[in-house]
């Protein structure tokens, strides 16, 4: 049950990193893509407003998709 549930999770982390269209700029080049995640982990460690930053951007982004597919 735990393995399913952490499986669900990671697939869920992918398809954010695909959704917010990483994987189209980096070309789908893993290296590009982890490195690229490291530098946002050291700049959250840096900079302990800028998580409340993305955070706000993200929730501004999921209402907006949200919005987008509601029907009318």
């Known amino acids: 049950m735990q393995r399913r549930e952490r499986t669900r999770h990671l697939i869920e ?3 954010l990193v ?3 269209g990483l ?3 980096a070309d789908d080049d893993r ?4 490195g690229a995640l ?3 982990a050291a700049k959250a460690r840096e900079d302990g407003n ?3 930053l993305w ?3 993200g929730h501004r982004a999921f209402d ?3 919005e987008l597919s509601a029907p009318c």
């Open 13 to 15: 982390l992918g398809g």
């Open 18 to 20: 695909q959704k917010a």
């Open 23 to 25: 994987v189209d700029l």
């Open 31 to 34: 290296a590009t893509l982890y």
């Open 38 to 40: 490291l530098d946002l």
């Open 50 to 52: 800028i998580l409340a």
């Open 55 to 57: 955070k706000r951007r």
């Open 64 to 66: 907006a998709e949200a």
